[in-house]
């Protein structure tokens, strides 16, 4: 949930207010001056750096400007240690312990967060009803409404996050495509402010293409486990099965995966419905894709891919017995990105599966096609280009 704090500032002789608004964690600022078109870029970043927030009162789109020239700023010296990132990329290609790939990835979620924070400093005031008062601010209230719903007072908010979600909304207007429902790319899946959206296509084909569980035949019920945007939902209802429920806690991907679901004309064969992962029933299929890395995310959209101590893909694990029908079957889509980080090992996903009284069945993999695979400047580049995509088939473990 954003932080409700209320920042005050002074302007002149005046004393104002406004709501802090964070969907991304960002603290309110504990020190703020006011900026405009004046300042130099250099003076800006130092202050940044320092933990000032820089409040805009100039034209819009030089705020967008500086805050681009902080990033170069931000990312020119660690443009100075790439022999050093090569050399340990060396290393783990050489396949040396584990614990420089958990090093290294601790490592570069602290340097993501340490950016984040600087370029959240420059600070836009937007006035009730989604409205900036700036010189060239562009009119950003339907995507504050799509985000935030109604505000009928002032906030801040940092440049960084506002821009996101404007992208977010273009996003939602155009959609994504998505091949798994129709060859001829004429489906599409809208995600919402929020809500993870489905570009990494391997996964999807996984679900399109892996064989269904004979069990269907008696029972055509499926289970779609934390839907998000709907998207697996969709596809196994375009696959022919009748009934599918697809859960979700996550308010805005409720309503993400309703509508989705009601323009693909999927709605009479989904139900979306509120449940902490299971519905009290048994489907013969129940798909889940969880988050992969087993971290802390840092914000809303990042617990679509980040999960605390697996929490999420356990409680899945667990409980997935409980829910299936006779010779029904669980999928389970997860990269193995956190086995080749050093942050969960294959040994440990397989002895919570045997402790939950389950058993492989089978697994269908693919490799990845995202643009970081071919990225050798990005110091996570041996994970990422040594992952697989993996479709785990798992069945109840029955007793001799």
């Not at 420089?100 to 009803?129: C, E, K, M, W, Y």
């Not at 950003?140 to 908010?157: D, H, R």
């Not at 990494?200 to 499926?222: C, F, H």
């Not at 969709?234 to 991907?253: C, M, Y």
Request: hydrophobic fraction near 45%; charged fraction near 25%; proline fraction near 6%.
């Amino acid at each position: 949930m954003p932080d409700k704090s209320t920042v005050t500032w002074l302007e002149g002789d005046q004393s104002h207010s406004a709501l802090w608004h964070s969907e991304n964690r960002l603290l309110p600022p504990k020190k703020m001056v006011l900026a405009d078109d004046t300042i130099p870029a250099d003076d800006a970043y130092r202050l940044a750096c320092e933990g000032t927030a820089l409040l805009w009162r100039g034209d819009f789109q030089n705020a967008r400007q500086l805050l681009q020239a902080i990033a170069r700023r931000i990312d020119r010296p660690r443009k100075k240690k790439r022999v050093s990132k090569k050399n340990v990329q060396e290393k783990l290609h050489d396949k040396l312990p584990v614990a420089i790939t958990n090093d290294v990835f601790n490592l570069h979620r602290l340097a993501q967060s340490q950016r984040a924070r600087t370029l959240g400093q420059i600070i836009i005031r937007v006035d009730p009803n989604h409205q900036i008062a700036l010189r060239r601010a562009p009119l950003v209230a339907e995507a504050c409404f799509e985000a935030f719903g109604e505000i009928n007072a002032s906030y801040l908010i940092s440049l960084r996050e506002l821009l996101g979600l404007v992208g977010a909304h273009e996003w939602r207007k155009k959609g994504v495509v998505i091949k798994a429902l129709d060859a001829n790319g004429t489906q599409r899946i809208y995600p919402h402010y929020g809500v993870f959206s489905p570009i990494r296509g391997e996964y999807l084909e996984l679900v399109a293409n892996a064989v269904l569980p004979k069990a269907l035949s008696l029972n055509s019920t499926a289970f779609d486990i934390g839907t998000g945007t709907g998207v697996l939902a969709a596809i196994l209802a375009k696959r022919g099965i009748e009934k599918i429920i697809a859960t979700e806690i996550d308010a805005r991907a409720l309503i993400c995966a309703q509508e989705n679901l009601l323009q693909l004309g999927l709605s009479e064969q989904v139900t979306v419905a509120e449940y902490d992962l299971f519905p009290p029933s048994k489907a013969a299929l129940i798909v889940c894709n969880p988050p992969w890395i087993p971290a802390r995310p840092s914000s809303a959209l990042e617990r679509a891919i980040y999960d605390p101590d697996s929490q999420m893909l356990r409680v899945f694990i667990n409980g997935l017995a409980a829910h299936l029908e006779t010779n029904g079957e669980g999928w389970l889509i997860l990269s193995d990105i956190a086995e080749h980080l050093g942050l969960r090992s294959q040994a440990e996903l397989m002895t919570w599966i045997e402790n939950a009284g389950l058993v492989v069945l089978g697994k269908e993999s693919i490799k990845p096609r995202h643009p970081k695979i071919s990225d050798a400047t990005d110091p996570l580049h041996a994970a990422r280009s040594a992952e697989i995509t993996n479709l785990w088939r798992l069945g109840v473990l029955t007793k001799p």
